[in-house]
């Protein structure tokens, strides 16, 4: 097993962050939150994954014949991407309220919490 | 008894799910009883739960026992500290919609069910994560109550603020929430296990601690540490409690944040504490450095305010970090001690921000300058708010200088001076207010200076501004006053508290003459600093040399988001001797 996938996880999420930080434009900044996302589902897919593991899936495997990635990782991503859906879209149900109320998106504008 | 534990989380989504499915067609005050009703059932199941907790007291969901020492099930514990946490989320909830009842803002046309069915979500989402066993449950619970309190702070929609404090609160909570699930995956990856127990288990077998533990560490206690705003994540809770309706700020700031307190302590006591985790002196130091820059950034900041919500904002922000000081000494009597703390905090707390939403409603502003003078006639609610205050200081028979007082002598001199200074200045802060708004004393301030949030025209949460007070508005903060010096008055609640932590018989929480003189002296130097504030010339506040602190509060996400990164590599940088050495 590579080291590769962890790495490219680790480098998504804080490229997410750098964009998070940087951003400019709110739609853009909620989409960077979701990059620094994905790279949790990245790190959870590399963990579970087994050098020529079949899926888990046992109608026509011989259970112990072959190897099997990890179900539990698997699981445990669509839960994550469930709870990113959710997370993702009522931010964006308030960006769009912010561009109503506010009349920007540009958070550089928004000044009126302070101090 | 154990069987009951799930109920706790699933008895308020049911009512949650049926106020959503029915809420069109129910009269408001149908749906308001069903909120209630369903609210006050799981608080008395909580409590019938505390009363018979035990360390041991586990229940695995849907019947999957761990075979062999492998577990693939879901664990619920029913400790004393997680069931004690979810009777108190429980009964401030009751709280909250009592207050709530009527009163608030006429909800969006045909749906009377909406705003308590948001609650009951939220109790939900808290009693889950003050229950779970299970690290990746806790992920779930948490991001559940995550979601469900930004659409509160935003459930007004078409205010301004209201909706950007939302998305700065979603934003950067979020982001800490997946910094935590990366350090859950990191921990499965050594251990495959999801369960805080068995996690901790194989990290002993394991051997010492390496850089995956430390990153594991770190990472996992960012969003945990996002929650309970501890400097330097705190910065998003200010703007959502000044744009929260009152009653959310009373849950938010008297149960959620500190719920990310107990995340802390159990995540370390549970998995990182034996000999494959993070060394004892460098947890301690982790904890009491960040403890004591929240603490006073929190309370230096608090001074400053004239907006009442933030104001109270960040004295939750400086007891947050009193608290985290006081579960990093590791030492059981002081973890009963913040226990007591919390409890009797939350009363106190909720209560003050029950008396500011009554100032909100009647005249349309939280800005003590403008408010000047001008509730003299709420006599009732200016004594709640004097005693609200005097609670916060830690006055003698309230819990909270019982707890404070106990964290005091577990934790030695300087911390002592610390607790005193920082509950002081907080609670002068609002005795302050007090002063000025109910009992117009002093010069009027003046001045504008830049950077501040201003409590100006506010819209009122009622439906229109309320003339008489309604009898629930003044009922519930004084019932929760009541309940915050009970918990310092009743002997049988602190032995109780110091068992559900282990402490040893004789070092449960009590009432000592130093406990006693140091309370009253904290009261004394709060009541001292307001009078000094409101006599001394007209403008004193905000001070010069806070400026570049009160500029970090910029309201700009990619700042936070910045000084969240900060946070996690202070964090890692602060635990890492051990690792180096171990």
Known sequence: MSVL?????GWIFLVGCYGLATSRHLVHAVGCLTVCQSSTYVLLLAVGYRDGGTAPVFSDVTPGSRPLVDPVVQALTLTDVVVGATVTALLLALVIQVAKRHGTVDPDELSELRG | MNHLLPLVVALPLLGAAALVAAGRRLPRVAAETIGCAVAAATAVLAVVLLVHASPDAVEWVGGWQPKGGEGVGIVLVGDAAGTGLAALVSVLVVAVLAYSWHYFDEPPQRHAG????????????????????????AFVFFELMSVVAYALTGYRVEEARAVQGALTFGVVNSLGAYATLTGIVLLYARTGELGMRQIGQRLDAHGGPDALVLAAFALVLTGLLVKAAAAPFHFWLPDAHAVAPTPVCMLLSGVMVELGVYGAWRVYATVFAGPGGIPAADAERALAVLGVLTALVGAVMCWQQRHIKRLLAFSTVAHTGLFLVGIGLLKPEATGGVAMYVLSHAGAKAALFACTGILLDRYGSVDEHELHGRARELRLVAALF????????????????????????????????????????????????AARVFFGLGPKPLGDPPNETKGEDEEPETRGRIGRVPGTMIAVPALLLAGSLAAGLVP???????????????????????????????????????????????????????????????????????????????LGALALPGVLTG
């Not at chain 2, 610390?418 to 002081?424: D, G, K, P, T």
């Not at chain 2, 130093?514 to 010339?537: D, E, I, N, T, Y």
């Open chain 2, 114 to 137: 909406s705003f308590p069915a948001l609650v009951l979500l939220f109790q939900a989402g808290m009693c889950g994560f003050a229950l779970t066993g299970d690290l990746f449950n």
């Open chain 2, 386 to 433: 004097v005693i609200g205050g005097l609670a916060l200081a830690g006055l003698a028979p309230f819990g909270t200088g019982l707890g404070k007082a106990v964290v005091e002598e577990a934790g030695g001199g300087g911390f002592t001076v610390l607790f005193v200074a920082v509950s002081a200045l907080t609670a002068g802060a609002v005795l302050r207010v």
């Open chain 2, 492 to 570: 049988a609640l602190s032995t109780a508290v110091g068992r559900g932590f282990g402490a040893e018989a004789g070092r449960a929480p009590h009432w000592t003459l130093s406990g006693v003189l140091l309370a009253l002296a904290s009261a004394v130097l709060a009541a001292g600093l307001a009078a000094a504030a409101v006599r001394g010339p007209a403008r004193r506040e905000p001070y010069r040399w806070t400026q570049p602190l009160r500029r970090l509060h910029s309201g700009h996400i990619g700042d936070y988001v910045a000084w969240l990164l900060a946070g996690t590599a202070l």
């Open chain 1, 5 to 9: 996938p962890y790495l490219i996880a």
